[in-house]
């Protein structure tokens, strides 16, 4: 089970909630890390074992607990999709806008891996959800670039609602758009351009999101967002013919 572990770290990794109880009863150390930095609320957090995170908060074990890559028990029941385990986090008073040493939060976590369950949890915790959807890890990923490039249409819906930009980018310069196109999701390339998307925003290296669709060969995305294109510049001609029209009324 790897060198360092006790035997409470141990029962917590493999779900063993009587074996966990006896042994906190029995004054293990429920804090203690292993050489790994690991405390058993880490393990038992990460595998999504509620009954026995519940035994060792109990216990005092912390919810702060840290591994080191500095994922909190919090951070990792998100991006595992522990509903349960993380509802019962928040209870206890982890904090939400924890960030582990790459700057990820749970909600970029949650949001990048599809749990949609965890994401709105975590945003109804956050209560003013604009004030944390454009929280960005080392890479300029926020919660929305990575719901868009993995596709997570229902996600992007949520995080648009609480106040998320569509044009946010990351340190690549690349908005969702562009992430969501260069992966061929057509359903989130849809939401975005439905809710005002930039059609024609590049990235650092110049290139757009048609760009990345074509070189992609995701065709069908690639003809949505020609689609939109025309249409914008059909309507933006309309609108430039209707103030010539007044002009020339005005000016008769």
Known sequence: ????????????????????????????????????????????????????????????????????????????????????????????????????????T???????????????LLLRKLQKGADIVEVKDGRGESAMSAAARKGHEAIVRVLLEKGAQTESKDRAGSTPLILAASNGHGAVVRLLLEKGAKIDSVNRLGHSAQYYASKGGHKETAELLQRSRQARQGKQQAGLSGVQGILRLINT
């Open 1 to 104: 089970m790897g060198v360092g572990l006790s035997l409470v770290a141990i029962a917590s990794r493999c779900g063993h909630a009587s074996a966990t109880r006896k042994l906190v009863n029995g004054g293990a150390a429920v804090n203690s890390p292993d050489t790994k930095g690991e405390s058993p609320i880490i393990y038992a957090s990460e595998g999504g074992h509620e009954a026995i995170v519940r035994i060792l908060l109990d216990a005092k074990a912390s919810t702060e607990s840290i591994d080191d890559s500095g994922d909190s028990p919090l951070l990792l029941a998100a991006r595992g999709g522990h509903e349960a385990v993380v509802r019962l986090l928040l209870d206890k008073g982890a904090n939400v806008k924890r960030r582990n040493k790459g700057g990820r």
């Open 106 to 120: 749970a909600l970029i976590y949650a949001a990048q891996r599809g749990h949609g369950d965890v994401v709105r």
